[in-house]
Every structure is written in structure tokens, then in C-alpha cells.
């Protein structure tokens, strides 16, 4: 099963943590036959947006 995330338009930008720009925005989890599973946030500024949990490779770690 593949999922799509549907971002939509008229939902309020937030900024993002990770590049900083105000294009961080709430995306819904859209499964193949149309059920929606969840939602989720994602930057359109950043190169990738992905939920990898174990993401967290390279970096200072935020102090
Ligand atoms: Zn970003």
C-alpha cells in the first residue's frame, strides 16, 4: 500500500525548524483508495521531507 500526502493550500505556513523559512505546512496522509490516515507537517523549502525516524544523521546536536 502506498501513501500520498496532500498538503493543503489554505493551511497556515509555519516556519520551519530545520531551513527556517516560513513553508512549513500540514499534510494529510492519503491512502491509495482515499482514506485518509493521518497527517503530518512538511516544509516545501527543504529538499526532503520525510518521517524517517531514525533521520538524525550528521549535525550538532541542538543545545
Ligand atoms: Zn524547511
Known sequence: MSTRLQIDPE???????HCGHPTLHVARLVA???TAIGQTMVCTACPRHRAD????????ADG
Not at 493551511?11 to 525548524?17: D, F, G, I, K, N
Request: glycine share 22%; proline share 17%.
Open 11 to 17: 493551511s497556515a505556513a509555519l516556519p520551519c525548524e
Open 32 to 34: 491509495d483508495n482515499g
Open 53 to 60: 525516524p531514525r533521520a538524525g544523521v550528521g549535525g550538532p
